[in-house]
């Protein structure tokens, strides 16, 4: 419905290495949130990006990054891999309204897996 | 710290049967609450929300959740379920109006198998 799309779908790589996801919507939704979901588990929240900045994290060091851009596309950056950061990471799209609640909507996915 | 239990990791069932899926949140403001499913290799797909008015919401798809502000819970139920609902089922809260961040705080998850 929201045509929330991600790239790559998969993505291997070795530790220590550093990787860009990407999310795109059709529509103008103006907030994207990323998570985390390891295997086994529910999502967990990285951060969020409001009108392209930085609008909340979860618990992640540094090395979790991310950008969105006028166009309203994202990308999460993620440095030196470790072993633990194998999983499937989610964008949700959302549009913020004044005192309302913004409906998320999810991508497929990436699946990352560091070696 | 808003927190979300989902008393079940699998739940297994027959075609036709009732489901109910529990899940339980704590929060010490008010909040937003939200089913979402997960087919496999998949990402996650919103089934049902609660944001404000009547505690019983239900999907298109014949499932239904009752929001229940004193035993602070919001569990999922399908009267006949079928083969087709095997999934997972997330249950996730956000903050109400107080909050300024959208952040979804997830359970675990409860596989639903539905069997012939």
């Known amino acids: 419905e929201t045509g929330v799309t991600q790239s790559p779908t998969h993505l291997i790589k070795t530790r220590g290495q550093q990787v860009t996801l990407r999310c795109s919507s059709q529509s103008g939704h103006n907030t994207v949130s990323w998570y985390q979901q390891a295997l086994g588990q529910g999502p967990q929240f990285i951060f969020q990006y409001y009108r392209e900045e930085e609008n909340g994290r979860g618990n992640f060091p540094p090395r979790f990054s991310g950008l969105q851009f006028p166009n309203y596309s994202s990308e999460l950056n993620v440095n030196a891999l470790e072993l633990d950061d194998s999983a499937l990471y989610l964008c949700a799209v959302s549009y913020r309204l004044a005192g309302g609640p913004g409906t998320q909507y999810f991508g497929p996915g990436t699946r990352l897996t560091v070696l | 710290a808003q927190s979300v239990t989902q008393l079940d990791s699998q739940v297994p069932v027959f075609e036709e049967a009732p489901v109910e899926l529990r899940c339980n949140y704590s929060?010490?403001?008010?909040?937003?609450l939200f089913w979402y499913v997960q087919y496999p290799n998949q990402g996650l797909q919103l089934l049902l929300k609660?944001?404000?008015?009547?505690?019983l919401v239900e999907s298109i798809n014949g499932f239904e959740a009752e929001f229940n502000k004193s035993q602070t819970s919001f569990h999922l139920r399908k009267p006949s379920v079928h083969i087709s609902d095997t999934a997972e089922y997330f249950c996730a809260v956000r903050m109400g109006p107080e909050g300024g961040s959208e952040k979804l705080v997830f359970g675990k998850g409860t596989k639903l198998t539905v069997n012939p």
């Open positions: 609660y944001l404000s008015g009547s505690t």
């Open positions: 929060s010490s403001v008010s909040v937003y």
